[in-house]
């Protein structure tokens, strides 16, 4: 029986992830747009898709698959947040980010211009700049210095390409250190503060890479969510790119205090373990956004910590999934490498 409900549809990948699935609720909220929410639950739950949601399980690698719902839903609107987002991990994955994070985008790509979308979100990454001098700008040169930072600059670059040739209209977002509510608590590679809080809950010290003076802009997920939801549907908005995020820069031991102080457990043990190969000072002026999009929300770290504690403490303890298709083991940091030998049952992994 064909749906009565004739709004346009919207299709959000990795959806049943972290972003994806605040902005599924925001665009439900919103209720502008019928919502199909596609992830391959290799990293996120189902139980993260809100109700109201169309749930389809499936890759972005899947390009038949990808055919059959563009031709089914006729998407008007595309926001595509499926990633494997691990940049200290991506250098001993190529081949899996680049098949996930630019195969799996353009397979998107093609069916947007095949079916004429109205609009292509895609949310990318800070770590397109690389080591430029903070705060980055959207007019500086990007100079990713790791496989994910190059996956989704190629991704904005293609972007770029198919709107020239084929017309296709699309908004870039770099946000930056997202945390909060539904973050994948059990990954050892990424999501620092789901780390150190998952961390706290199972009695094991902070890990913290190196002497803990790189810094970042920590954001809070309900601060970046409404201005990607809304973008399609902001004119000035079109075929340009923001980043999005948090302004104030914090360094990675003064994080380690805020969590666990979150969390309920102050002076909490930290142990350094090996410095890694990263970028050690990174955030962004947000000016663009706010003159496109309005001052939104920025909610204090200690704030935004408080409300993801409170979930992390009701959510309990997440077992760790290593990754198990290392493709390049050499200079692989020696946490990582103890961890692919462990036991994988045993979730005090990190």
């Known amino acids: ?50 109700d109201g949601a169309d749930f389809v399980e499936a890759s972005v690698t899947d390009h038949a698959t990808l055919a059959r719902l563009f031709d089914k839903h006729q998407f008007r609107y595309v926001y595509h947040l499926a990633a494997y987002a691990a940049e200290g991990l991506s250098h001993f994955i190529r081949r899996f980010n680049y098949t996930n994070n630019v195969i799996g985008s353009i397979n998107l790509i093609n069916e947007s211009v095949r079916h004429e979308v109205e609009s292509f979100v895609f949310t990318s990454s800070i770590a397109v700049y690389g080591a430029v001098e903070p705060p980055m700008r ?17 991704v904005e670059l293609d972007l770029a390409a198919a709107h ?14 997202v945390y909060g509510e539904y973050q994948n608590l059990g990954d050892p590679y990424r999501n620092v503060i789901g780390i150190f809080m998952n961390q706290v809950m199972t009695g094991r010290p902070l890990s913290v890479f190196g002497d803990g003076t790189q810094e970042r802009a920590f954001s809070y997920v309900g601060d970046i969510v409404p201005a990607i939801a809304r ?31 979150a969390m309920g457990q102050p002076g909490h043990l930290v142990k350094h373990l090996p410095a890694r190969n990263e970028v050690r000072v990174a955030f962004s002026d947000h000016s663009k956004a706010a003159s496109v999009f309005g001052l939104g929300s920025q909610t204090p770290l200690a704030e935004g910590l408080s409300r993801m504690a409170a979930w992390a403490r009701k959510v309990g303890i997440q ?12 200079n692989l940091p020696p946490s990582w490498t103890a961890m692919i030998a462990a036991p994988r049952s045993n979730p005090s992994m990190s």
């Open 231 to 261: 973008s399609p549907w902001v004119p000035a908005a079109r075929c340009q790119i923001f980043n999005i995020g948090a302004d104030i820069p914090y360094s990675v031991n003064e994080l380690t205090e805020h969590v666990a102080r």
């Open 164 to 177: 020239e040739m084929f017309g296709l209209p699309y908004v870039v977002f770099r946000p930056h250190n």
């Open 1 to 50: 029986m064909a749906s009565s409900d004739t709004r346009p549809a919207a299709l959000v990948t990795g959806a049943a992830g972290f972003i994806g699935s605040h902005l599924v609720r925001e665009l439900l909220r919103l209720g502008r747009v019928r919502v199909v929410a596609l992830d391959d639950l290799s990293a996120g739950y189902r139980h993260n898709v809100a």
């Open 138 to 154: 959207e007019d500086q040169m990007p100079r990713p210095e790791d496989p994910y930072g190059v996956a989704k600059y190629a």
């Open 319 to 330: 077992s760790a999934k290593p990754f198990e298709g290392i493709e390049v083991t050499r």
